[in-house]
């Protein structure tokens, strides 16, 4: 009986399999007899010519003094420019000052004692006396010039080639009026 009914299922597929179609196979192959496709040609490929690159005498954009110093403290001798600053003194002064970066400190008076001038100075709830030579501020600022209104400072700052440079900066005597919050 499955084989009768297999027979049976074969024999009307094929039956389906007939010319039936032959009308869209033709007008098919009519439809497209013209058609190409239209793909544009690569482009040429260019040899390789190698370019000879002469480093020699140039500044190693890689090497370790460049990215990072090699010690936090000591420079090797000659890096580091003619203002290269002592960390050691710094941290043998270990001023409160130097420890709050100078935008940070505000000038709230003025001293003349023995015709030596001072400046008062606060940094958050603390307040400090300054005078000429004296260093404040994150960037090594040494106390160059004091006056009634404003203290000057000689910072030193580095650069991206590891070279330090002088910046000078001004702290101004703090109003009353400009100090209310």
Sequence with gaps: MKRILL????????ACSGSD?????????????????????????????PVLYD????????????????????????????F??????????NSLLEKYPVESLKMIGYLNVNKHPMAVIQVEDKVK???V?????LDFGMVTQISD???????LIQDSAGD?????????????EGSKK
């Design 7 to 14: 027979i049976a299922l074969c024999g009307a597929l094929t």
């Design 21 to 49: 179609h032959e009308d869209l196979k033709q007008w098919m192959t009519e439809n497209t007899k013209d058609m190409r496709g239209n793909i544009p040609k690569l482009p040429e490929v260019k040899p390789y010519e």
């Design 55 to 82: 480093g020699e005498g140039m500044l190693d954009p890689f090497k370790s003094s460049k990215i990072e110093p090699e010690s936090k403290y000591k420079q090797v001798a000659g890096k580091g420019g003619a």
């Design 84 to 93: 290269q600053p002592d960390f050691e003194a710094r941290e043998v002064r």
């Design 129 to 131: 006396q300054v005078r």
């Design 133 to 137: 030579g004296d260093y404040m501020g």
């Design 149 to 155: 209104t404003e203290v000057q400072l000689r910072e």
């Design 164 to 176: 330090w440079t002088e910046r000078k900066s001004s702290l101004y005597l703090q109003s009353k």
